[in-house]
């Protein structure tokens, strides 16, 4: 910003004494050309070195002490979750086309451990437009009226009240269970935390309640945390929907067949909460096995790119890794494996730090070309997924209540005879009996590791102070260019008119020429909000589109692009109508516009990078260079030198990748090949981002698209 | 902001008038999706229309509308406005009649702008007339009217239920009173706005000038050397000398509308404590910045972090902070008393112990007026951008530190404090684009070559 506050210093005669701030400023603007190009080059190379400078994770609160007391799960726990792995397998307990029977099975040995029971019962919601929804507070959501008794979903949760505890928190465990077609795996994760549910019952150190949530996955795992985590925290006070679901039938016979089969005061009908969550995990078990050991993915992902405090991450690698004998990994971008540029690239960044080495002793910061390599695949992944804005897992619903959760996925080696089975329960087990133990020493919450990060592997991240130096590295020439366009603008008209001026001739059409100098900028400031208008009607456009009946996402995806077309024309005829007279007198009309469109762009990006970092990077790597290298064709074809025929070869290709869905298409051809790729992908694409509040959806629809249509507009003017 | 300016050619005053009338009506059916009358940035402990509602209630109930440190505004707005927190009408918005009430005084607010423009246009022509420099000037009136109608900030203050819309109207009131010469509404409209936030008072001193000696006008001393150049003292071309007549007129008015105010206080006061405690829990908790809840200010963090035993010396430091600002500028501006009045409301803003966006949309719409003068203003660009990106930067770090929980208060005031570099930036580029205007004035007069300054 202190360059445009420089930049009108410079439009004036030079005075006597140019303070050395200004003339930096001035220097700046005026080779913006060479300082652009510097600073996107440097943006591009330290996003790839980024896997180089990752730092290995420490953790940073003392109270967590991970590790530090031995494991109590023993072998009698763990055939305890034997025998309800047995119990869930039995084919008698499928007989109920509900899945009640297992339910019950599930709530019955809860019981028996003195647990409290209570069941939940969910309409699971459906998808809904609400692109603003990340912005506001999470609220208890909009009551259907339209309830069928065939759709509702029963979770099972078992509280355990903590003898030393006040009852004011409380730590999470979340099982997804299908109980209609559950695999192997999903009664296996059953058995592992109820081996960890049964040793916890017993335990003396225990000062958070522990709640143990079986998630009905039936209708989607995130939609059944989602709904018991919308009552526990922000109950329904008019309760207009739980008489609904209780006038069906089959419910009312799961209650009553309760209380007659458990004489357990413990149960009850209503929904039980214990204190705030300090965190949450979700335990995943899964059937295939195509690993060579025994594996833990840890996925972390919530919406809008919100990552669980780091520490959580830190606690169960040290566990995983140190305690327990699991290899933990995190999601990665298999495709990059292989690519050998990359290996390339990491070479050479090895053979640099050798050469570094070799002077220096001490400068020790290369690493080895295939961890490059796999820092870089499981970087792109991370970037991938949090500019998705999509969460990856259940534990994403937590994270709009600030609770920190991630999902822990255990992959075993082998099939699961009986002897790897009762191993991988008791590893398991004592895994989650670690973290938990840990989450239990907290005082506070989660708050003194990092928030904003990104994983190069399980045990190394770049933190935020370190990835956004790439960032704005990236953005940086935007200021300065659109300084240095504006300054060019106004001198120009300056210099064409300022000579003829004598004082005494100051006559009205003069005093007009100034008024318009200073202010000039409005016109094109009109255009720019014009065009952002339209991003936000187009934007808004789906919502009234996804209510026609029986549609097919090509279709809907025509509609879509045939409504945003005329909307622009009929904007462009209704508000925009004076530009056209305004540009007989600018000839550097276009210079104006860019100079806005620049800036709008900046504070796009800007605010994008606040709410969603990775959205604003990969953003950036598109949008700068189209911004910076926009400039009219005619001008180009005009001046016939091979710079300006590069610059408009530049600035096709852009403007064609840069395009929302010419992005995507390329993109998802990269990943899976061009030979599916259809017309209503995109369409189901934007779909699934309105559905999981994205607020990438918004940045797209309000800062790329514009910037695109100005862009273009901007290649073909007529100057 | 100012982007209305150009429109003016193509569409009538009057439709966009209607077209911003009609847009409030279409956001006020939307308040639960908006929830704007919960952002700090629209309503302070001063505006907030929940608190008026709880002092309503608290005075029904026949206890001090001041208990319990919920409600700071005057007690005639409880007395005008609490009814309305009260009606509904079946089938409508909750609070419908009220926002009402907001849209109309700002229409009100954005007609008494224009008439004052008009006013100041005339007399800017007729002292250009009598320099002998015959210019075409813009219709400023107009141009400042719809930036205040169509300010998104006004806009935000108006459906978000705040009470600036009404303060705002008073400040303009007494300005449009003191411009028309009507004595009796300037002072009135000077002890409404007084009373109800306290800071409006510096106001006196452009209202004393405005009535002393008429409106903006290039300097004096121009008019002089002018009429020394030809040689001929004709009075009748300069403008009036100060005239102290219509001031004590006003102190007159000032003072009989105050008594009146403080009586009627007094008396929906009686059996709640009196007057006395209707100093201390409003000009008192101006004063004292009691209330540390974030806003777009920058006092809050500062008294939050500040150690109790210096809380007083800082008090002190802040708010003379204001009063040092007054004498400089009412010496170097005394010719043209509106644009005073416009750095004063602007430094008011900046600085007061419970900023809303709807002070920022008072100066931004009487910045307005001076369309002609600061057509030379540097910086506009940036300062709009600013403005853009800090009202959109603002509510996304309020909802990463109370939402999301991954910032922290620093990130918020860091926006705050943006915010304030920008009104400083415009208020000192505003000044200095004005004192080169006055000094163009004065080449053509004297027939100097335009030097590097102008």
Redesign the interface.
């Known amino acids: ?1 202190a360059e ?2 420089e930049k ?1 210093l410079s ?3 030079p ?1 006597p004494r140019v303070r050395p701030i200004v003339r930096l400023g001035i220097f700046l603007i005026s080779h913006s050309f060479h300082v652009s190009v510097v600073c996107c080059t440097a943006g591009v190379l330290a996003l790839f070195l980024l896997p180089v400078l990752a730092k290995n994770t420490y953790i940073s609160e003392n109270a967590l002490m991970p590790g530090s007391a031995s494991p109590m799960l023993s072998n009698q726990h763990v055939s305890d979750g034997n025998r309800l792995v047995k119990d869930l397998t039995n084919p008698n307990s499928k007989s109920s086309e509900t899945g009640i029977e297992s339910h019950k099975i599930i709530a019955q040995y809860m019981l028996d451990l003195g647990a409290e029971v209570s069941f939940h019962k969910f309409h699971p919601q459906m998808n809904q437009f609400h692109p603003l929804h990340f ?4 609220d208890s959501g909009k009551i259907q009226e339209n309830y069928s008794c065939s759709s509702y979903g029963i979770n099972t949760v078992g509280i355990i009240r903590a003898p030393h505890g006040d009852g004011k928190e409380a730590i999470v465990l979340v099982t997804p269970y299908n109980a209609l077609k559950s695999g192997f795996g999903e009664a296996l994760s059953l058995g592992i935390a109820y081996s960890v549910f049964s040793l916890l019952t017993q335990v003396t150190w225990l000062a958070k309640d522990i709640i143990w949530l079986v998630a009905d996955s039936q209708y989607g795992e995130y939609a059944a945390v989602a709904a018991w985590l919308r009552e526990y925290q922000t109950p329904k006070f008019s309760s207009l929907s739980t008489p609904n679901a209780e006038m069906c039938p089959d419910v009312n016979n799961l209650f009553e067949l309760k209380g007659h089969s458990i004489s357990g005061s413990k149960f009850s009908n209503s929904f039980r909460r214990a204190g705030t969550m300090a965190s949450a995990l979700v335990l995943k078990v899964r059937d295939q096995n195509e690993q060579f050991e025994d594996t833990i993915s840890i996925y972390a992902e919530a919406s809008n790119g ?1 990552m669980p405090n780091l520490d959580l991450i830190n606690v169960v690698n040290y566990l995983a890794v140190h305690r327990q004998g699991l290899r933990v990994n995190v999601e990665k971008l298999w495709s990059l494996l292989n690519s050998s540029w990359l290996k390339s690239l990491g070479e050479i960044f090895e053979s640099l730090a050798k050469v570094a080495k070799s002077l220096y002793p001490k400068w020790k910061f290369g690493i080895p070309a295939t961890e490059y390599v796999e820092g870089t695949a499981t970087l792109a992944s991370s970037l991938y997924y949090q500019a998705l804005g999509v969460p990856t897992g259940p534990h994403g619903a937590f994270r709009d209540y ?1 609770v920190d959760a991630i999902t822990l996925e255990i992959s075993p080696k082998f099939s699961l005879d009986k002897v790897w089975r009762n191993d991988i329960l008791l590893r398991g087990g004592r895994l989650i009996e670690g973290v938990i133990r840990s989450v239990n020493n907290l005082l506070e919450k989660f708050h003194q590791s990092f ?2 990060y990104l994983l190069t592997s399980p045990s190394k991240f770049v933190s935020v102070g370190v990835y956004m130096i790439a960032f704005a590295f990236l953005i940086a020439p935007l200021p300065m260019v659109a300084a240095s366009l ?1 300054v060019d603008a106004n001198s120009s008209s300056n210099c064409s008119k300022g000579d003829s001026s ?3 001739a ?1 006559t ?1 059409t003069d ?2 020429s ?2 318009i ?3 000039r ?3 094109s ?2 255009l720019v ?1 014009i065009v952002h208008l339209w991003g936000a009607i187009v934007s808004l456009l789906p919502y009234f589109i996804s209510q026609i009946p029986d549609c097919s996402p090509t279709t809907s995806f025509m509609i879509w692009v045939l409504l945003s077309i005329l909307s622009l024309l009929t904007l462009n005829s209704v508000l925009a ?2 530009l056209a007279c ?1 540009k007989a007198t600018q000839e550097k009309e276009w210079a104006l516009v860019k ?2 469109t620049i ?2 762009v ?2 796009g990006l ?2 994008m990078s ?2 969603n970092f990775a959205t604003a990077e990969i953003g950036a790597l598109l949008m700068v260079p189209m911004c910076l290298l926009a400039q009219p064709l005619k001008l180009d074809v005009r001046a016939g030198t091979l710079r300006s025929f590069c610059r408009m070869i530049c600035n096709l290709v852009l403007g064609h990748i840069a395009f929302p869905p010419a992005a995507l298409f390329l993109l998802k051809g990269m990943l899976d090949g061009f030979g599916n790729a259809n017309v209503g992908d995109f369409w189901m694409w934007v779909e699934s981002l309105w559905a999981w509040n994205s607020a990438t959806y918004l940045f797209i629809g309000m800062v790329q698209l514009p910037c695109w249509v100005l862009c273009i507009s901007i290649l073909f003017h007529t100057c | 902001m100012e982007k209305v300016k150009k429109k003016i050619g193509s569409f009538s005053f009057w439709n966009w008038v209607t077209a911003s009338i009609i847009f409030r009506l279409i956001l006020i059916y939307f308040p639960k999706n908006l929830n704007l009358s919960s952002r700090p940035e629209v309503s302070t402990p001063l505006t907030s229309f929940r608190r008026l509602a709880e002092g309503y209630w608290l005075k029904q109930s026949f206890m001090s509308p001041y208990a319990g440190s919920m409600y700071h505004g005057s007690p005639l707005l409880l007395s005008l406005l609490g009814p309305l927190t009260i009606n509904r009408i079946e089938g409508q918005p909750n609070h419908l009649l009220y926002s009402l009430v907001s849209v109309i005084a700002d229409v009100v607010s954005a007609m008494l702008i224009r008439a004052t423009g008009q006013n100041l246009r005339l007399a800017y022509l007729r002292s250009l007339e009598s320099l002998d420099l015959v210019k075409q000037i813009e219709v400023s009136g107009d141009i400042a009217a719809l930036i205040y109608l169509c300010n998104p900030f006004t806009i935000v203050a108006c459906v978000g239920l705040s009470t600036s819309p009404i303060e705002n109207m008073a400040v303009i009131l007494c300005l449009y009173g003191a411009c028309s010469r009507l004595i009796p509404l300037a002072a009135f409209g000077w002890v409404i706005a007084t009373h109800l936030s306290l800071y409006p008072a510096i106001l006196i001193i452009p209202v004393i000038f405005l009535l002393g000696c008429g409106p903006d006008s290039p300097p004096r001393k121009l008019f002089l050397q002018r009429h020394q150049q030809k040689e001929v003292l004709n009075q009748s071309k300069l403008p009036p000398r100060f005239s102290w007549g219509p001031v004590i007129h006003f102190a007159f008015w000032a003072f009989l509308w105050s008594v009146y105010v403080l009586v009627l206080c007094g008396i929906s006061l009686k059996q709640f404590g009196g007057l006395w405690e209707m100093f201390k829990s409003t000009y008192g908790f101006i004063l004292t910045v009691e209330d540390l809840s974030p806003n777009i200010g920058v006092l809050w963090y500062f008294f939050a972090e500040v150690f109790e035993f210096f809380r007083n010396f800082f008090l002190i430091v802040f708010h003379v902070n204001i009063l040092f600002m007054i004498l400089p500028l009412a010496i170097r501006l005394r010719h043209r008393p509106c644009y005073l009045a416009f750095v004063y409301v602007a430094i008011c803003s900046m600085l007061k112990s419970y900023p809303s966006v709807g002070d920022s949309a008072l100066y931004l719409g009487l910045l307005g007026w001076f369309v002609n003068e600061l057509a030379d203003m540097q910086f506009s660009l940036f300062l709009f951008c600013g403005y853009v990106g800090v009202s959109l930067l603002s509510p996304v770090m309020h909802n990463l530190w109370i939402w999301r929980g991954t910032g922290n208060a620093n990130f918020y005031f860091a926006t705050a404090m943006v915010y304030a570099c920008l009104q400083i930036v415009l208020v000192v580029e505003g000044v200095s684009a004005m004192l080169n205007h006055d000094r163009k004035l004065r080449n053509l007069i004297t027939g100097k070559p335009q030097d590097a300054k102008s």
Request: net charge positive; glycine share 2%.
């Open positions: 910003m445009t506050k009108s439009d004036e005669k005075k912005f506001s507070s999470p919100q600030q928030f904003l504006y004598t004082p005494s100051i009205d005093e007009h100034i008024a100098r200073s202010w900028w409005l016109n400031a009109k909000f109508s004076p305004a100079s806005v800036s709008s900046f504070i800007g605010l606040v709410i």
